[in-house]
């Protein structure tokens, strides 16, 4: 009579085994694909077999990156896939150290059209670009520089616990994407170091960037036109040129910039802290819905600006930006700045910023309160400002 409870109970386990076989994500070690782990031997088309075979999974996948060194030339990895993707960065991807290989690309390791993809690990991907960065310092013709990792035209990005060295340009950049998670990232390149943006962010909306340590040669951070909804926490930026909106306005036709929010920053030795900057020429562009707060300084030469006469070219004579900036709110931002002026809100006589609000401001200059500027913009200031910031 015990018989019939027992293959109940058999069918059960069993049908609850074939369930945890199904949902656990089938894993794909890139050694298995021909990768050799010894930092010379290009493991690029390995890579995208493993990718092949991950990305048609009709359960979720994971790439697998073991420990070693893994040589890389360009490598795309093309969605859309059948199923979430997790590749798992354990050991330090390696580019070309010849910079022209690269140098004329515009990317090294790209993820296109990919929905539902997890980029997580405590790998490192390393550029390997001080030599294009010599050919620059040199006066010499170069290339422009390919950027380190790129999401273009994805939705529902991880990416966690990476680390960027060294990039021949942008280290991180996500292009047209929705709904982007970024943390723990870490970026490491010399201060002096051209071009080289710890991550840029354009055209995407509802990106986070959180508990993220940035040492590079230009901005930290950089938001492009088109970002929409970006929330960025707990970012310690240095060296660098701080966390910047822009340049915008580069083109007349062109997306604006709203709903973003810096929180909990950290800036030492930077060029600047937190900033919005514009090209002096005709466009319809904005940035509008921005705040800063909760923001610590430590030596920054430029604590808090706003640039909309940004020409290095040259190419904008008595011109005046036509980008519109409005709604910014400075607020809890403390420390010291190199340069005696350390609030510079340079702002468009064309379009002049309106509703912009500081609260809770402390910036000294050599143990003294330091100094404002203040042109084309409407400021209301609450509780304790210093410098005092008048506008005309």
């Given at each position: 009579m015990a018989f019939p409870a027992i293959s109940c109970l058999v069918l059960t386990l069993l049908s609850m085994f074939i369930s945890l076989v199904l949902a656990a994500?089938?894993?794909?070690?890139?050694?298995?694909?021909?990768?050799?782990?010894?930092?010379?031997?290009?493991?690029?088309?390995?890579?995208?077999?493993?990718?092949?075979?991950?990305?048609?999974?009709?359960?979720?996948?994971?790439?697998y990156v073991p420990a070693g060194k893994f040589a890389l030339g360009q490598v795309i990895f093309i969605g859309p896939c059948s199923n979430k993707v997790n590749v798992m960065l354990i050991g330090t991807l390696v580019a070309p150290s010849v910079y022209t290989v690269l140098g004329n690309k515009a990317y090294w390791?790209?993820?296109q059209h990919v929905d539902g993809?997890?980029?997580?690990?405590?790998?490192?991907?390393?550029?390997q670009g001080a030599s294009l960065w010599a050919c620059k310092a040199s006066g010499k013709s170069c290339p422009l520089g390919a950027t380190t990792l790129e999401f273009t035209n994805s939705n529902n990005v991880v990416v966690s616990g990476l680390t960027s060295v060294n990039s021949q340009m942008f280290h991180i950049v996500v292009n047209a994407c929705n709904n982007v998670n970024m943390q723990g990232v870490r970026v490491i390149a010399a201060g002096n170091s051209p071009n080289t943006n710890g991550i840029h962010v354009e055209s995407s909306s509802?990106?986070?960037?959180?508990?993220?340590?940035?040492?590079?040669?230009?901005?930290?951070?950089?938001?492009?036109?088109?970002?929409?909804?970006?929330?960025?926490?707990n970012v310690a930026c240095g060296p660098g040129h701080g966390i910047s909106i822009g340049s915008l306005g580069q083109n007349q036709q062109e997306a604006g910039v709203q709903n973003v929010t810096v929180k909990t920053a950290n800036f030492?030795?930077?060029?600047?802290?937190?900033?919005?900057?514009?090209?002096?020429r005709p466009s319809n562009g904005f940035a509008r819905n921005v705040i800063f707060q909760h923001v610590d300084m430590m030596n920054v030469e430029n604590p808090i600006i706003i640039d909309q006469n940004y020409c290095p070219s040259g190419g904008c004579p008595n011109q005046a930006s036509g980008v519109k900036i409005s709604n910014v709110t400075f607020q809890d931002i403390?420390?010291?700045?190199?340069?005696?002026?350390?609030?510079?809100?340079?702002?468009?006589?064309?379009?002049?910023c309106s509703i912009i609000t500081v609260e809770s401001i402390?910036?000294?200059?050599?143990?003294?309160?330091?100094?404002?500027?203040?042109?084309?913009?409407?400021?209301?200031?609450s509780g304790s400002v210093q410098p005092v910031i008048n506008c005309l």
């Amino acid at each position: 009579m015990a018989f019939p409870a027992i293959s109940c109970l058999v069918l059960t386990l069993l049908s609850m085994f074939i369930s945890l076989v199904l949902a656990a994500p089938t894993i794909y070690n890139v050694v298995s694909f021909g990768a050799k782990p010894d930092g010379q031997t290009d493991s690029a088309q390995a890579f995208l077999r493993a990718w092949t075979k991950a990305c048609a999974s009709m359960q979720p996948a994971s790439i697998y990156v073991p420990a070693g060194k893994f040589a890389l030339g360009q490598v795309i990895f093309i969605g859309p896939c059948s199923n979430k993707v997790n590749v798992m960065l354990i050991g330090t991807l390696v580019a070309p150290s010849v910079y022209t290989v690269l140098g004329n690309k515009a990317y090294w390791v790209l993820f296109q059209h990919v929905d539902g993809l997890t980029v997580s690990g405590n790998g490192i991907l390393d550029g390997q670009g001080a030599s294009l960065w010599a050919c620059k310092a040199s006066g010499k013709s170069c290339p422009l520089g390919a950027t380190t990792l790129e999401f273009t035209n994805s939705n529902n990005v991880v990416v966690s616990g990476l680390t960027s060295v060294n990039s021949q340009m942008f280290h991180i950049v996500v292009n047209a994407c929705n709904n982007v998670n970024m943390q723990g990232v870490r970026v490491i390149a010399a201060g002096n170091s051209p071009n080289t943006n710890g991550i840029h962010v354009e055209s995407s909306s509802s990106v986070t960037i959180l508990n993220s340590n940035i040492q590079t040669g230009d901005d930290c951070i950089s938001i492009g036109p088109g970002t929409t909804n970006l929330w960025i926490e707990n970012v310690a930026c240095g060296p660098g040129h701080g966390i910047s909106i822009g340049s915008l306005g580069q083109n007349q036709q062109e997306a604006g910039v709203q709903n973003v929010t810096v929180k909990t920053a950290n800036f030492t030795n930077t060029q600047n802290g937190v900033r919005i900057k514009s090209w002096a020429r005709p466009s319809n562009g904005f940035a509008r819905n921005v705040i800063f707060q909760h923001v610590d300084m430590m030596n920054v030469e430029n604590p808090i600006i706003i640039d909309q006469n940004y020409c290095p070219s040259g190419g904008c004579p008595n011109q005046a930006s036509g980008v519109k900036i409005s709604n910014v709110t400075f607020q809890d931002i403390h420390g010291t700045s190199t340069t005696e002026v350390a609030v510079n809100l340079n702002c468009s006589s064309g379009n002049p910023c309106s509703i912009i609000t500081v609260e809770s401001i402390m910036l000294t200059y050599k143990n003294q309160v330091a100094k404002s500027s203040c042109n084309h913009a409407s400021v209301t200031s609450s509780g304790s400002v210093q410098p005092v910031i008048n506008c005309l």
